[in-house]
């Protein structure tokens, strides 16, 4: 069974940088994609980052550009997300999820197949505030 742990989240003031893993176990062959989501209170979850496994193709939202990269370590079944130049609009959990079979684009923005990818992480508080 796919399972999924977020950790690396704390409080950092604007401008500072954390770093996110996601730690995976029951990964198959059938695995391709693995991406950040956030949840600010009172909105919304929200795509951040995606990343396809095999072939490193990354996606980004636009108001990470620049400042996020989302990387993988295949051996530790590991996905990390390096967040640089934090905003307090970057405060929310983040949550990382895992989907067989599918492109970083489309895991990121295709939001009507968040509900059904294979696994998600409890989650991990980011809170950004000076």
């Known amino acids: 069974q796919l399972r999924l742990v977020e950790s690396g989240g704390g409080l950092v003031q604007p401008g500072g940088s954390l770093r996110l893993a996601c730690a995976g176990s029951?990964?198959?062959?059938?695995?391709?994609?693995v991406g950040w989501f956030r949840q600010a209170p009172g909105k919304e979850r929200e795509g951040v980052a995606c990343?396809?496994?095999?072939?490193?193709?990354?996606y980004y939202e636009d108001p990470v550009v620049g400042r996020f990269t989302i990387s993988r370590d295949n051996a530790k079944k590991t996905v990390y997300l390096q967040m640089d130049s934090l905003k307090p609009e970057d405060t929310g959990v983040y949550y990382c999820?895992?989907?067989?079979?599918?492109?970083?684009?489309?895991?990121?923005?295709?939001?009507?197949?968040?509900?059904?990818?294979?696994?998600w992480g409890q989650g991990t508080q980011v809170t950004v505030s000076s």
């Open positions: 999820a895992a989907e067989s079979s599918i492109t970083a684009t489309a895991m990121c923005v295709m939001t009507s197949l968040w509900d059904r990818y294979d696994a």
């Open positions: 029951g990964f198959n062959d059938d695995l391709y994609g």
């Open positions: 990343i396809n496994i095999h072939d490193d193709t990354q």
